[in-house]
């Protein structure tokens, strides 16, 4: 990530690094100050003198900067993003920005428009399973990618930690966005969408449970969506001559948050627990996306029942993943279905194993460590 940063650094005026709170964008932005050959410059717009100061003179605080500028938190103040237009747009510019945000710019109203064409965008995420050791997958899975859940010392810590992630999260940084939503109705829907966790998105279902509209469930599945909660997975639509499911799916991003929404503390809970499946669907579709991009993702449907997990586009292809906790992978006739409905270039089906092996033509059982990074994983010909 920290490659990622610094390229685009050479390439735009300003870089936008963007994930929840508590994944370590502070901790990486400080790191690459750090190590920045010239001048570098930190607001962190939590910081009260901070924000004030920008506030009260943006123009002079900005304009004249050299080197590198971080700005944390930037949601807090969405007109900043006025100032530093003409600002990245000046020829004698001599400083380079990297914001940090834990909200997405779709929350934040007039970014798109204000930095079209100045900004480039790096996705922040918790750890993942190329920063970990492999034989930390459990771990991993159980706990989550925030790195104080995951390093926390005992299952009781971990929820400890868990408990005030979510309270906070609910009662200040909701708010901090500018939504006027209670914390006890949004924390009540947060938790139901742990119980649908990889379902297809019904609002007049989750807005019957909770006494409401479907209208006020799909804005807390935006607020949710938007401050990197949930991941909502769009369908795959094609002229294919067939009926296809065309509601989203929903995951809670991190497992450990999903597990803590559950009421489950350690890894022998969850394996007899009914969400252990969706579970590991969840986890392994984050790591898959982690390790290859979040562009072009989507899922696939027919109304008959065939379905496939995740599908990306990549290199002018389609390309398949089916996600199954077990250690024994097998072909179904789901997966013939969408082999031929897709014209897959190939289907992984990754599991929780050790071993990569075909399991027919076209399709390959894939250990989740063996996830790999888009150089080399998308080849011309199928493995």
Excluded at 93 to 115: H, N, P, Q, T, Y
Excluded at 124 to 149: C, I, K
Aim: charged content about 25%.
């Amino acid at each position: 990530m920290t490659t990622q940063i610094t390229r685009g650094l050479a390439e735009s005026p300003a870089v936008a690094l963007l994930g929840a709170r508590q994944v370590g964008k502070t901790t990486l932005a400080r790191e690459i100050a750090a190590s920045w050959p010239g001048p570098a410059t930190i607001f962190d717009l939590e910081v009260a003198t901070d924000r004030e100061a920008l506030v009260r003179t943006p123009a002079r605080l900005l304009g004249h900067r050299e080197g590198l500028v971080v700005i944390d938190e930037v949601q807090r103040l969405p007109q900043l993003f006025e100032t530093l237009r003409p600002v990245c747009d000046d020829p004698e510019r001599k400083a380079v920005f990297l914001l940090l945000g834990s909200a997405s710019w779709d929350l934040v109203k007039g970014v798109s428009e204000s930095l079209a064409g100045r900004i480039l965008f790096v996705d922040a995420t918790g750890f993942s399973l190329e920063e970990v050791q492999p034989n930390s997958l459990d771990r991993l899975w159980m706990r989550g990618g925030f790195p104080r859940a995951y390093q926390a010392r005992s299952a009781g810590a971990w929820t400890r930690w868990m408990e005030s992630f979510s309270r906070t999260f609910l009662e200040r940084d909701i708010a901090g966005l500018g939504s006027t939503v209670s914390p006890a109705a949004l924390g009540r829907f947060w938790r139901m969408l742990a119980h649908v966790h990889g379902q297809t998105w019904n609002a007049s279902r989750l807005a019957r449970s909770m006494d409401t509209d479907a209208r006020t469930v799909n804005r807390y599945r935006d607020l949710l969506e938007g401050a990197f909660m949930i991941r909502v997975l769009r369908p795959w639509f094609a002229n294919l001559g067939k009926r296809l499911v065309k509601s989203p799916k929903v995951y809670l991003r991190d497992s450990g948050i999903l597990h803590f929404l559950l009421g489950l503390e350690e890894s022998h809970e969850l394996a007899v627990h009914p969400a252990y499946g969706a579970s590991w669907e969840g986890f392994a579709l984050e790591q898959t996306l982690i390790a290859h991009g979040q562009r072009d993702a989507y899922f696939y449907g027919t109304q008959r029942g065939a379905e496939l997990d995740l599908l990306l586009l990549r290199r002018g292809r389609r390309w398949g993943f089916e996600f199954k906790c077990t250690e024994t992978p097998r072909t179904t006739k789901s997966m013939r279905v969408v082999m031929n409905d897709l014209e897959l270039a190939h289907l992984w089906v990754v599991y929780p194993g050790n071993r990569e092996f075909p399991v027919a033509e076209g399709i390959t059982a894939l250990p989740l460590t063996r996830i790999r990074g888009p150089d080399s994983f998308f080849r011309t010909e199928a493995v």
